[in-house]
Antibody, heavy 121, light 107 residues
Framework: EVQLVESGGGLVQPGGSLRLSCSASGFTFSDHYMDWVRQAPGKGLEWVGRARNKASSYTTDYGASADGRFTISRDDSKNSLYLEINSLKTEDTAVYYC????????????WGQGALVTVSS | DFQMTQSPSSLSASVGDRVTITCQASQDIRNYLNWYQQKPGKAPKLLIYDASNLETGVPSRFSGSGSGTHFTLTISSLQPEDIATYYCQHFDHLPFTFGGGTKVAIK
């Protein structure tokens, strides 16, 4: 079964840091571009960023909300994707989804269950 | 600034009704437009990719059309299990923006 499982969410104080992990299974992780999408409570979806695959030199792209505080990385040997967020703000409070891009088109075809990050003092 | 405008923001329809949701891009995004369904408390699910291609396993009552700047998602016969929020999303250029969402309810 194709699956993405996020971990590492929780309550963090403003100004703190957090690292989310996403463990992939059921498919060849190294072949795929992988992304993070977030959703603030009661709000819509926001693309956070992506990590391309080895064939594309593991390059990364980020959405406007990243503003230099977000770092996406991956470890193909562990079938894992990571999102590190520094200088957390209250507006970073959201469910963070790990998502897969399929190899035949541009879309998000597999989603994790999400990890809730709450930024509050 | 690039904008993805989705309408309506919410709708109420009867079981069996034909439902149409539109997504308007502020510039040409070719056919790089996807549609997702999100049920309460769940992760989104891909319904339509490249504007009109039905994702594997998605019921055929869902269809997508459009290109350039105007796109539509149609549910040909609304079912109770279709109660959800629907989002469009483009892949034409960075950043990959989502529409604001359309919440679909049963009348």
């Amino acid at each position: 079964e194709v699956q993405l499982v996020e971990s590492g969410g929780g309550l963090v104080q403003p100004g703190g840091s957090l690292r989310l992990s996403c463990s992939a299974s059921g498919f060849t992780f190294s072949d795929h571009y992988m992304d993070w999408v977030r959703q603030a409570p009661g709000k819509g979806l926001e693309w956070v960023g992506r990590a391309r695959n080895k064939a594309s030199s593991y390059t990364t792209d980020y959405g406007a909300s990243a503003d230099g505080r977000f770092t996406i990385s991956r470890d193909d040997s562990k079938n894992s994707l990571y999102l590190e967020i520094n200088s957390l703000k209250t507006e970073d409070t959201a469910v963070y989804y790990c998502v897969r891009e399929p190899d035949h088109t541009f879309a998000f075809d597999v989603w994790g269950q999400g990890a809730l990050v709450t930024v509050s003092s | 600034d690039f904008q993805m405008t989705q309408s309506p923001s919410s709708l109420s329809a009867s079981v069996g009704d034909r439902v149409t949701i539109t997504c308007q891009a502020s510039q040409d995004i070719r056919n790089y437009l996807n549609w997702y369904q999100q049920k309460p408390g769940k992760a989104p699910k891909l319904l339509i990719y490249d504007a009109s291609n039905l994702e594997t396993g998605v019921p055929s009552r869902f269809s997508g059309s459009g290109s350039g700047t105007h796109f539509t998602l149609t549910i040909s016969s609304l079912q109770p299990e279709d109660i959800a929020t629907y989002y469009c999303q483009h892949f034409d250029h960075l950043p990959f923006t989502f529409g604001g969402g359309t919440k679909v309810a049963i009348k």
